[in-house]
């Protein structure tokens, strides 16, 4: 166990509907990233909070957002759903903002769009 | 930005041999590379890394060894067995202000008993 939470484990939706994902990090740590995980794609980086701000952007489309809350839990809201974006999402934290912080990954929330 | 190339794709040993698994990457300030190994089904977990001022890190089966030179590093694993089958991705990090990875695309690796 990372000590790091994501729920829910499995979500089935429609086409064209939107989702929120939500992650808890270990605690202590201020940073949380989410990554998008597809059999073709492998891991790919979407985005990265510290400490409530946005620290860096990987491949997310302008259909997904995220935040960081207050507590430090953050969400990830995927709109506008198309069949191609069913994967599993992950999300991971680590303690520090810079250089080489290990990164702890989430047991993951696996999307199904229909 | 970082390119990270995995080798092979997948990987078949017999127990007790040696597997090992190469990854190149392009950014020379890339600075941090860590392992991460993910079960079927599973996240993804960080087995080893290495920082570019080392040139090889051991723990106890595994080991990681970096070419800096040659922007590439390479994950050792011996003694294989069976439930060391698993997805492995290797990962580079360059650290401009923050500091986010760059996966490989993964190397399924099956070890047969």
């Known amino acids: 166990d990372s000590g790091v939470t994501q729920t829910p484990k499995h979500l089935i939706t429609a086409t064209g509907q939107r989702v929120t994902l939500r992650c808890s990090p270990r605690s202590g740590d201020l940073s949380v990233y989410w990554y998008q995980q597809s059999l073709d794609q492998g891991l790919q980086f979407l985005i990265q909070y510290y400490n409530g701000e946005e620290r860096a952007k990987g491949n997310i489309l302008e259909r997904f957002s995220a935040q960081q809350f207050p507590d430090l839990h953050s969400e990830l809201n995927l709109s506008s759903l198309e069949l191609g974006d069913s994967a599993l999402y992950f999300c991971?934290?680590?303690?520090?903002?810079?250089?080489?912080?290990?990164?702890?990954f989430g047991p993951g929330t696996r999307l199904t769009v229909t | 930005g970082e390119n990270v190339e995995q080798h092979p794709s997948t990987l078949s040993v017999q127990e007790g041999d040696s597997a090992v698994i190469k990854c190149t990457y392009s950014?020379?300030?890339?600075?941090?590379f860590p392992w991460y190994k993910q079960e079927l089904g599973k996240r993804p977990q960080l087995i080893i890394d290495i920082r570019s001022n080392v040139g090889e890190k051991k723990d106890q089966r595994i080991a990681v060894t970096l070419n800096k030179t040659a922007k590439h590093f390479s994950l050792h694993i011996t003694e294989t067995q069976p439930e060391d089958s698993a997805v492995y991705f290797c990962a580079a990090s360059t650290y401009s202000g923050y500091s986010t990875l760059t996966f490989g695309k993964g190397t399924m690796l099956l070890v047969s008993p």
């Open positions: 991971a934290s680590s303690a520090a903002l810079g250089q080489g912080g290990e990164q702890y």
């Open positions: 950014d020379s300030a890339s600075n941090y």
